[in-house]
């Protein structure tokens, strides 16, 4: 059982941590990441840095920019990882473009992550149809694809979730990422829907920011998905974060396991 299926199997339901590498530095990431695993964090993703992210919302865009400013690569995020496998089995998920991946290799990057012990990949401007381009590069380093499902994806949304790999990832607004102090959308009629074509987990991102958020989103998937709530703290404290992130995602892990009671 890989690292991924195994925490969902054991916790039933997940708080899901975004952090972007290299934010402000590598070795404060080091220790966000180990924060979040000491507070009970389920999977941790990394936004690897990125001039164009076009999912992203102003905080993130800004901390890719701190990152790139701090002289992060993709390389040392590699190295970052591999150091942070000797500490933890806890699931690591990079969130990246296809533009990076290509500018460094396919084949390369994705032996890379079976090297370092990346669980799984999010490539957000890889539509469906275009999955099948990156599948064999990713499926023989047992990499997992994660999709994206939308509000607006519909009649898309089995055929999304039929070949989903780790857990699907329902994006729970339109737009880009960032706080949002409601989220309107249907969740769990998407949620069904995802659950007619495959047993993958679900988990739900996008807006997410506080506990009471965390729950509901928990009560109707298998999972709440955090990142630019997260990154806002370590925009405001720096290389002080650490025990702030820690605060806050034990506050949105015992959230999300209540909703599992």
């Known amino acids: 059982m890989n690292r991924i299926a195994k925490a969902f199997a054991e916790k039933k339901k997940l708080f899901i941590g975004f ?9 404060t990431t080091k220790e966000l990441v180990l924060a979040m695993v000491k507070a009970g964090v389920g999977i941790v993703e990394f936004g690897i840095p990125f001039s164009d992210p076009v999912a992203e919302g102003e905080v993130i865009q800004r901390a890719d ?45 994705f032996t890379r992550c079976e090297e370092t012990g990346v669980d799984g990949v999010i490539v957000p401007d890889i539509p469906y149809e275009e999955r099948e381009e990156m599948r064999p590069y990713s499926e023989p380093h047992q990499v997992a694809l994660v999709p994206l499902v939308a509000p607006t994806s519909k009649d898309r949304i089995q055929k999304i979730a039929k070949i989903a790999q780790g857990y699907v990832y329902v994006v729970s607004s339109l737009g880009v990422t960032g706080v949002r102090s409601h989220i309107t959308t249907d969740i769990g009629a998407i949620v069904e829907e995802v659950r007619k074509a495959t047993s993958t987990p679900v988990a739900v991102g996008f807006g997410i920011a506080t506990p009471e958020q965390a729950n509901a989103m928990a009560k109707v998937s298998d999972g709440a998905i955090v ?31 209540r909703a599992a009671q």
């Not at 806002?232 to 025990?243: N, S, T």
């Not at 702030?244 to 999300?256: G, L, R």
């Open 19 to 27: 952090i972007t590498a290299g934010d402000p530095d590598l070795a």
């Open 65 to 109: 920019l701190r990152a790139l400013a701090s002289g992060t690569t993709t390389d040392k995020i590699f190295d970052l990882v591999a150091e942070l496998r000797q500490e933890t089995q806890v699931p690591l998920v990079f969130l990246t473009y296809a533009n990076p991946i290509y500018a460094y290799g396919a084949e390369r990057f």
């Open 227 to 257: 990142g630019s709530a997260i990154v806002k703290l370590v925009e405001k404290y720096g290389k002080d974060a650490p025990a702030h992130v820690y605060d806050y995602v034990k506050s949105m892990v015992e959230a999300v396991e």
